[in-house]
């Protein structure tokens, strides 16, 4: 919690997910931490807190600034192909990893970092006009920017352009069920899978993320992936790699993409070295050997742990050299053209040719 005032600005817009308690405190509903704050203080995320006894969002409108990416640096490898993504987040995070490699952002608490600002409108007008097929949420979390994200999606969808949640996948049920419905696609951190990494490492709980996970398989149509970068020495041994690959293929299926990804020493872990490139080779091998039919490194140049491969007859269905599309051997209606096996994902007919290239946009 934090006592830093909130200001009154048209950025601070109420919210609906939170509860009064006994004491006089009010309580925070969106995300598991469940923050009780006294009246002018915030929550551990900072963009939410408590004001005139309500629960009031305090960057609503207000970016970090705004890029067009490759849709693979999300990353999603089964959403739309080679196609440019227009991307933003704000700033604060609802958790606390000592790895966080987007530190400036997710643990800022000058609020003058959010130098860009834009209604939700004009992100999807201006999305349209640069040719982006998708809206991503990105860099921080969007569940604390829930109303945000959600009023951006439903502008981005009058314009037949589709939204993208990167997150953590930490969120209750309630506030969970009202932001998916609104995401086309998502990429969820699965950090780890031991209850003492989430504790030690992320500042929270493992359960909620796996709760999150089963959710979307289950009850929505919303195309997700997976991500989870390896730390040396904390979440990379073979044994919790194989716990993990086989809980996804038993509880999500065996065509929802995982990606493992290297780290680099940041933030309050710059004591670890970075991660070796035959460690994430080693866990797609593992990923695949446990019935995962998707599996892929990140974060290193890796031309055959990028690109897709069709799980029936082993063809090469989509080449990739870190953000750049090759050889495309997908049918019109998503199949491999090899053998005619479908592949799982959300494709058109053609791929995209965005590429590796990143795009500054002014929004103002």
């Not at 009064?20 to 931490?33: A, E, N, S, Y």
Request: charged content about 25%; overall charge negative.
């Amino acid at each position: 919690m934090s006592d830093v005032p909130i200001i009154r600005d048209p950025s601070v817009v109420p919210t609906k997910y939170w509860h009064k308690l006994d004491d006089g405190r009010v309580q925070c509903d969106v995300c598991p931490r469940e923050c009780k704050l006294h009246e002018g203080q915030r929550g551990l995320c900072f963009v939410r807190g408590c004001l005139d006894g309500q629960i009031v969002l305090t960057t609503y409108g207000r970016s970090s600034g705004f890029v067009i990416d490759p849709i693979e640096k999300k990353p999603l490898n089964h959403f739309l192909p080679g196609t440019p993504v227009f991307s933003f987040g704000t700033a604060g995070c609802n958790l606390a990893c000592k790895f966080c490699q987007n530190w400036d952002m997710s643990k800022s608490r000058e609020m003058d970092t959010l130098a860009d600002q834009a209604s939700p409108e004009a992100i999807a007008r201006v999305a349209e006009e640069t040719g982006c097929r998708s809206v991503a949420y990105t860099y921080n979390d969007p569940v604390i920017f829930l109303e945000y994200a959600v009023d951006v999606a439903k502008a981005c969808h009058e314009r037949d352009i589709k939204s993208v949640a990167v997150t953590a996948g930490y969120i209750s049920p309630g506030a969970r069920e009202d932001f998916f419905a609104h995401m086309d696609a998502a990429n969820v951190d699965l950090k780890g899978f031991t209850e003492k990494f989430y504790h030690k490492i992320c500042g929270g709980h493992l359960q909620p993320v796996l709760d999150t996970l089963v959710y979307l398989k289950h009850e929505t149509d919303v195309w997700f992936e997976t991500t989870t970068l390896l730390i040396p020495g904390e979440n990379d041994s073979e044994e919790e790699i194989d716990e993990m690959t086989r809980w996804v293929v038993e509880n999500l299926g065996p065509d929802v993409p995982m990606h493992f990804t290297a780290f680099h020493p940041d933030y309050k872990m710059l004591d670890h070295p970075p991660t070796p490139p035959e460690t994430l080779i080693r866990a797609r091998e593992i990923a695949l050997r446990n019935g995962v039919q998707y599996a892929y490194t990140g974060n290193v140049h890796d031309k055959a742990g990028q690109s897709t491969w069709c799980p029936n007859c082993g063809g090469l269905v989509i080449e990739r050299d870190w953000y750049v599309l090759g050889e495309w051997h997908l049918d019109a209606e998503g199949h491999c053209a090899h053998c005619g096996h479908p592949i799982a994902g959300v494709f058109d007919p053609q791929p995209g040719h965005w590429g590796p290239r990143r795009q500054v946009v002014r929004m103002s």
